[in-house]
Every structure is written in structure tokens, then in C-alpha cells.
């Protein structure tokens, strides 16, 4: 494997050619989402597996703009100052829209708001208790920024009852300071997962890595190692794909990781003990396949506390 970036990206495989999408399930929520102007990373990002996730009933949401107050060198999302401005209307908008959609999971994303005295906090907090409020039966993930691992800041977004807390480490520890922006530091992530489980045991929590940047097994292992200290449930790999805008500051690929090596990940973070491990060319952050596993595990436990609490009545 190789141990750095390179000036130039290595052609692409064939494994990483995908289907265009298609079909009157993804149309028709495509349609919808155009009719409620909201912004899915689904397809802001050009996700391979939006078709798979649409049909599925998951569908992953920008809340807080299109502005970044970070500037990581693997992300196309655009950077500036949005200087405080937040559409304060958005968790109503969000939360009525999703109660008219057929989804059953729905994931919550953002840019990072460092603009705002609570990075964002309270309006994912407040997103989550509006889409719970008109749909109580919805599972939300929210996938957050860092929030600097200020505990009351953590502390509020998990009063809100998210049903997965995930925050991405994105890459290992020696490559984080060229990969992400200088304020997301891999320990700081780590602390931010850890604190998620600190004011709730039983939350699931979840975190992504991306490969081909030049990290080598034994570091993908010791951030395994890290990230299960830190008691994280869910990891999920998937290749690093440069922004189509060759602009200087992306990083270029170094490697396509094959199939196998994606496997022999999985293999390597289940045999740690993760609840669940998603490892592949194609698989993101929010992956159908996962939320199906993790839905399970959520109605399981929820079933489970209900026969508890009637037995104790």
C-alpha cells in the first residue's frame, strides 16, 4: 500500500463504475424533494447508491446551508463565512416535508457552522424533535460536525433522541491534518464520539473512513483500536473519490483499493467487536444496507425495553 499522496490519481477500476439511476420509486422522490426545495447529499454528492438507499426508504439531508466554515481537501462543498445566517424556518420545513415521504430512515447532515456560537447544535437538535414530533416512528441518524467536543453541546443533540449519533473520523491520525481542515483533529473526533456515549450508554454511535488517501493497514487498524476505546458501535469504509472539480486543493486519489482488501477490513473491525462494519468500493457514510442492520437493532432494543417496563408495572 502506498504511504502518500501523489501529484496524479491512478486510473479508475472497473469496480467503481456504477448504473445510472433510474426507476418511478427514485423519480417520484426526486420530484417531491425538487417540489420541497430541500437538499439531499444523496444528490449533492452524486452517490452511487442513491437509487438503492431511495428505493429503500433512506434519504440523507443538508440542514444549515451550503457554506463551509472548514475547508477539507476531500470535500467539493463550498467554503466561506455565512456569517451567523441560518434559516431558522428550516427544522419545521424539514420536519413536515419528511412526514409526507415515504422514508422510514432519515439521516441528518450539515456543514460545519464554526460561525455560530453553538456550531449548530440546537438546530439539530431542534430538526430531530420536529421530524420525531410529526412522525414519531421515523428513525433519525444525524451525522454531525465535531462541535469542538464541547460536552454541552454533544449533551444537547442527544436530549433530542437521535436514534444513531455519527461523527466521521474520515481518515487515520497521521493523515488527518493534510486531509481535513486544521480545527477537525482526529482526537477531537474521537472525543466527540466518546462523549456521545458518556451521556447515553446505549446510543449508537457510528464514524467513516475513507481509503486510497495512502494509509497503511497498521494505522487502519490502531484507528479501530481507537475508535473501539471510544466504545463506537458502527464504522463504515469506503474509497476516497476526488471532487470532479480538479481544483488544486483536492486531494488526488493515491489508490484504488480492491474488493478484497475492503474485505479483509470488515473482517478486521468485526473480529474488534463493532455491532456493524460496511466495507466497500462504493459504500458512504449512509449506506442502506447498514441503516437496515442498524434499524433492526434499534426495534429490537425498543421492543425489548417495552416488555421491561410492563413487566415492572
Known amino acids: 500500500m502506498s504511504h502518500g499522496p501523489s501529484q496524479t490519481s491512478p486510473s479508475r477500476p472497473d469496480w467503481l463504475k456504477v448504473k445510472i439511476p433510474h426507476g418511478a420509486k427514485y423519480l417520484q422522490l426526486r420530484q417531491l424533494l425538487k417540489e420541497q426545495n430541500l437538499v439531499t447529499v444523496c444528490q449533492e454528492a452524486l452517490c452511487p447508491n442513491i437509487q438503492e438507499c431511495w428505493d429503500g426508504g433512506t434519504a440523507t439531508f443538508m440542514l444549515m446551508g451550503d457554506t463551509c466554515t472548514r475547508a477539507c481537501r476531500f470535500c467539493s462543498v463550498k467554503t466561506g463565512n455565512p456569517m451567523g445566517v441560518l434559516d431558522r424556518e428550516e427544522p419545521q420545513k424539514i420536519g413536515y416535508a419528511i412526514s409526507q415521504?415515504?422514508?422510514?430512515?432519515?439521516?441528518?447532515?450539515?456543514?460545519?457552522?464554526?460561525?455560530?456560537?453553538?456550531?449548530?447544535?440546537?438546530?439539530?437538535?431542534?430538526?430531530?424533535?420536529?421530524?420525531?414530533?410529526?412522525?414519531?416512528?421515523?428513525?433519525?441518524?444525524?451525522?454531525?460536525?465535531?462541535?469542538?467536543?464541547?460536552?454541552?453541546?454533544?449533551?444537547?443533540?442527544l436530549d433530542a433522541k437521535p436514534d444513531v449519533f455519527a461523527h466521521n473520523i474520515e481518515t487515520v491520525e497521521r493523515l488527518s491534518p493534510t486531509v481535513r481542515d486544521r480545527r477537525a483533529k482526529y482526537r477531537q473526533s474521537l472525543e466527540t464520539l466518546a462523549l456521545a456515549k458518556v451521556f447515553n450508554p446505549e446510543q449508537i454511535t457510528k464514524t467513516s473512513i475513507m481509503l486510497g488517501l495512502g494509509e497503511t493497514k497498521q494505522e487502519i487498524k490502531q484507528s479501530l483500536l481507537d475508535l473501539r476505546e471510544v466504545s463506537c458501535d458502527v464504522v463504515t469504509f469506503g474509497q476516497y473519490l476526488a471532487p470532479t472539480d480538479q481544483h488544486k486543493k483536492y486531494l488526488p486519489v493515491v489508490e484504488y483499493i480492491h474488493p478484497d482488501i475492503f474485505k479483509s477490513y470488515q473482517k478486521m473491525a468485526e473480529d474488534l467487536g463493532f455491532l456493524y462494519v460496511a466495507s466497500g468500493p462504493l459504500v458512504r457514510s449512509s449506506y442502506k444496507a447498514g441503516e437496515y442492520f442498524i434499524a433492526s437493532v434499534i426495534k429490537e432494543r425498543q421492543h425489548k425495553n417495552s416488555w421491561l417496563k410492563k413487566r415492572l408495572q
Open 101 to 157: 415521504m415515504k422514508l422510514s430512515y432519515v439521516v441528518l447532515t450539515s456543514v460545519d457552522r464554526d460561525d455560530l456560537d453553538d456550531f449548530g447544535a440546537d438546530h439539530f437538535a431542534t430538526t430531530i424533535e420536529m421530524i420525531k414530533k410529526n412522525k414519531p416512528e421515523m428513525l433519525v441518524e444525524c451525522l454531525t460536525p465535531d462541535f469542538e467536543a464541547i460536552p454541552q453541546l454533544v449533551q444537547r443533540v
